[in-house]
């Protein structure tokens, strides 16, 4: 099977439309080079920390203490984003 029988064929002729648009391919490059993907990356990184009594335990206890004296609500676990991929950020 290739990577090409996953993507939908809409998406392939819009994807060859802006493939056609002269230095797109080296503006996309840019863009990603300032550091956009690393960014992305840190925030997929950080979402996958959770605090538990068994992952980071110290610290834990220590924010549950310091969240019942002042009586702030904790916060729900955030659902992960998917992680970003170097195809999906234009580098093959």
Do not use: C
Request: glycine share 4%; proline share 9%.
């Amino acid at each position: 099977m290739k990577p090409s029988d996953f993507i939908h064929p809409e998406d392939a002729a819009a994807l060859r439309q802006m493939e056609g648009i002269p230095s797109f391919a080296a503006l996309v490059k840019k863009i990603l080079a300032i550091g956009i993907e690393d960014l992305q990356y840190g925030v997929n990184m950080v979402s996958t920390i959770r605090l538990s009594e068994r992952q980071l335990s110290k610290i834990y206890r220590h924010l549950l203490s310091q969240a019942l004296i002042s009586s702030a609500p904790t916060a729900a676990p955030r659902p992960m984003a998917p992680p970003s991929s170097a195809r999906s950020a234009g580098r093959s």
